[in-house]
């Protein structure tokens, strides 16, 4: 489905990290795009897209809009034929209540967007930012896929309310828009299911948990070390590209997990280490899994999590994005320097 370039694409969450970028993307391109925000007057959060609009006049319409109110999309999504739904909680430490932060957002708001989609016959394509989080949770649910790989045919079978409740908010969520998909035909549905995303940001915004993560490996905060955590990594340009091709694609339909490589957390020091030089404080050790089970807990780490995930290398099959959509992966060397190139020349480091 290739839309015409005078009709919007709905693009929900546009202050967002990914979201900004998809926005973009389809801006180059050539393409009318609304989105949503929920505090338009929040120059802070929203400065990225008033650039956007200003550079691209007449083709970025903003819109507010909540997850939790239900019809709060309509009038962004009118005379829309592709909605790309990338708007939801994404947050994995200090999470005090996980329904009410995590899951009903997501859930919920999964269910406000198709049941819009639903009332207007004009959206014929959904393309839904899930996560790899919605495939596995622990990474030791590596032990029981086949070829020791993920793949879309896995589902996260560990996370619940109480542990990694982010993960777990992206699997309901996930199985929430099949389950709305599979009861109709007016409309089909492309998932993306990236790995951790990073890359340089299009905002100066410090609040998303990607671009807080770089932060850290490069303000000193992780100096006395990382743990051997290990996660697909992805190009937030990447990312946003593949949602676009899935949009497009007519034959994109189903899951698509997207990450290029995986890597462990002292992986991605060590990288950044051989482009930087001791230019950032990054960190320069691996903490031992013995050491974590001591002073994990204190951190935000259960032992459960640091059995299950510390020094278990996972793997994901990627055949799918490169087969059908055609993507193309940048090496995580190019994202990592992308990224600490766009801190430093927005003054975000040290
Ligand atoms: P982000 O920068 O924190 O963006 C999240 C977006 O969701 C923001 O635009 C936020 O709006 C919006 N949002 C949150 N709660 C909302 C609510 N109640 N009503 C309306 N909008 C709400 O995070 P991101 O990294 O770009 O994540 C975007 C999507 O990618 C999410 O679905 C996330 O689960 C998924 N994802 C991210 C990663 C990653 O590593 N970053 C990996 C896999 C999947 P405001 O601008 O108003 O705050």
Redesign the pocket.
């Known amino acids: 489905m290739i839309p015409d370039k005078n009709d919007p694409i709905l693009v929900?969450?546009?202050?967002?990290?990914?979201?900004?970028w998809i926005l973009k993307h389809l801006l180059d391109d050539g393409y009318r795009v609304n989105t949503?925000?929920?505090?338009p007057s929040?120059a802070d959060?929203?400065s990225h897209l008033l650039g956007l609009s200003g550079k691209y006049p007449g083709k970025l319409d903003i819109f507010k809009?909540?997850?939790?109110?239900a019809g709060?999309f309509e009038k962004a999504m009118e005379g829309c034929r592709l909605v790309i739904?990338?708007?939801?909680?994404?947050?994995v430490m200090k999470v005090r209540d996980a329904y009410r932060e995590l899951v009903k957002?997501?859930v919920t708001?999964t269910e406000n967007i198709l049941n819009s989609v639903k009332n207007n016959p004009a959206v014929k394509k959904v393309v839904?930012?899930?996560?790899?989080?919605a495939v596995y949770g622990d990474g030791s649910e590596i032990e029981r896929t086949e070829e020791g790989t993920f793949s879309e045919k896995d589902w996260n079978n560990t996370s619940r309310l109480n542990y990694l409740p982010?993960s777990y908010?992206?699997a309901l969520?996930e199985k929430k828009a099949w389950e709305l998909a599979g009861s109709q035909n007016s409309w089909q549905l492309a998932v993306?299911?990236?790995?951790?995303?990073?890359g340089p940001?299009l905002s100066k915004?410090i609040?998303?948990?990607?671009?807080g993560?770089i932060l850290s490996m490069a303000n000193g905060k992780f100096r006395t070390g990382v743990p051997d955590l290990y996660f697909g990594i992805?190009d937030?340009r990447d990312?946003a590209r593949a949602h676009v091709l899935a949009g497009f694609n007519s034959k994109a339909l189903g899951r698509f997990i997207v990450t290029a490589e995986s890597l462990s957390m002292p992986d991605i020091a060590a990288i950044l280490v051989n482009l930087f030089g001791r230019r950032y404080p990054f960190p320069r050790s691996r903490i031992p899994k013995s050491l974590l089970y001591i002073f994990g807990p204190m951190l935000g780490y259960s032992w459960n999590y640091i059995r299950n995930n510390v020094a278990v290398p996972i793997r994901f099959d990627n055949s799918r994005s490169k087969n059908i959509l055609g993507l193309k992966y940048r090496a995580p060397a190019e994202t990592l320097k992308d990224h600490i190139d766009q801190l430093e020349r927005d003054e975000l480091l040290p």
Request: no cysteine; net charge positive.
């Open positions: 929900t969450g546009g202050g967002g990290y990914l979201a900004s949503t925000v929920r505090d929040n959060k929203n809009a909540e997850l939790l109110e709060s739904h990338t708007a939801s909680p994404f947050k957002p997501a708001g839904l930012t899930s996560s790899v989080a982010y908010s992206k969520a993306i299911n990236p790995g951790f995303v990073i940001s915004r609040d998303g948990t990607s671009v993560i992805a937030v990312v």
